[in-house]
């Protein structure tokens, strides 16, 4: 197999099967493995998308447990599933997840749709999601091109094009859809995505272990190392914030962001823009900030990053001691323990952390 070639029908039964059977040999117990019903495996998709089985695992197992079937998921009041979602951050997902189980059990009749087309309309439901569930579930033969099995393609063809490219991703997935087994099509997805994640790792893979590795291209020439290319991600937009705790009477206030955006529905601390200079010293922002408060304290710089935002922020404790106009149909005052029971994004828990151990020490 080369750059401009693909295996011929023969070698392409054979790569199937040693990699079927690793997989079979190999594979890691996880618990929407084997199921029948399609909403284990949706459940898993969906949380899955951009975050790793170790970090996505507990994330399912509370899922389950709370929400066992997709009518109870549909049934659930969305602030719910955001608390449940809380720290694993895309909240988009969530939010979709939410709405399509509406729509799953609205038109569906609790059904996942076995047409392509149809799962695609779904809300967050992309191809690689599409075929990942409908290949499992339904034993569709549909391909699935996730990370971890663009780098397999590439390395087998030592395909050294940049994969952010969209005539490369095209090119990756045409030769997924000629290698899929037609009769296993949901374990050989799973295959190459476990091949991905457990022997073709992006740093020191584990070449010798690899039941396909005499078809690798990238393995024969020596290019393992730099295969797959990505180039630089472009920069991300950097954002400066005061996130103000404002304490009075013992409670704290928390705002719910809008319907749009990053952190739709999510709740946090009041927040105000600055630059770059201004968080270096807030204090100097006292007569715009602290009109009505006493400053606390001020934590030292903390940093979030999203998928397309690099956030600096610095924390205030502020004490008031009477309600101002500005408060007016404006959050919520809650009690310290009353704050466990909304769903606070991850930056914002951060900020809760400091404030507690300010509070304690």
């Known amino acids: 197999m080369n750059q401009h070639s693909m295996l011929s029908a023969p070698q392409t039964g054979r790569f199937r099967r040693k990699l079927l059977g690793w997989f079979r040999a190999n594979k890691r117990s996880l618990p929407w493995r084997g199921q029948k019903d399609w909403y284990p495996i949706y459940l898993a998709e969906i949380i899955l998308q951009q975050t790793t089985v170790e970090q996505g695992l507990p994330y399912y197992r509370a899922f389950i447990r709370r929400f066992p079937h997709v009518s109870a998921l549909a049934a659930a009041d969305l602030q719910e599933v955001l608390k449940l979602w809380q720290g694993l951050g895309y909240y988009a997902r969530a939010r979709n997840m939410h709405k399509a189980a509406g729509i799953l059990v609205k038109e569906y009749h609790g059904r996942f749709p076995r047409e392509y087309k149809q799962a695609l309309k779904l809300p967050g439901i992309g191809p690689y999601t599409a075929a990942a569930i409908l290949s499992q579930a339904y034993n569709r033969v549909l391909a699935v091109v996730d990370g971890n099995v663009s780098r397999v393609i590439t390395r087998l063809l030592a395909l050294e094009d940049d994969i952010r490219r969209t005539d490369t991703q095209k090119r990756i997935q045409h030769v997924a859809d000629l290698l899929i087994s037609r009769k296993y099509p949901g374990d050989f997805n799973e295959a190459m995505m476990e091949l991905g994640a457990l022997l073709c790792t992006p740093r020191a893979p584990r070449c010798g272990a690899c039941p396909i590795r005499f078809y690798c291209r990238a393995r024969a020439e020596g290019k393992t190392g730099h295969i797959p290319y990505k180039s630089p ?34 709740w946090g601390f009041p927040v105000r823009a600055v630059s770059e200079k201004e968080l270096e010293k807030p204090e100097e922002l006292e007569e715009i900030i602290f009109k009505r408060s006493v400053l606390k304290k001020i934590s030292p710089p903390m940093r979030h990053i999203y998928s397309h935002i690099d956030l600096k922020y610095r924390v205030l404790w502020l004490r008031e001691h009477k309600e101002s106009a500005r408060d007016k149909g404006n959050g919520r005052w809650l009690k310290r323990y009353e704050l466990e029971s909304y769903p606070i994004h991850k930056a914002h828990l951060k900020a809760l952390e400091w404030f507690d151990k300010q509070c304690c020490s």
């Open 233 to 266: 991600p472009s920069p991300k937009l950097k954002q400066y914030h005061l996130v103000m705790i404002r304490e009075r009477d013992n409670r704290l206030l928390l705002q719910q962001r809008s319907d749009e955006g990053l952190l739709a529905g999510m």
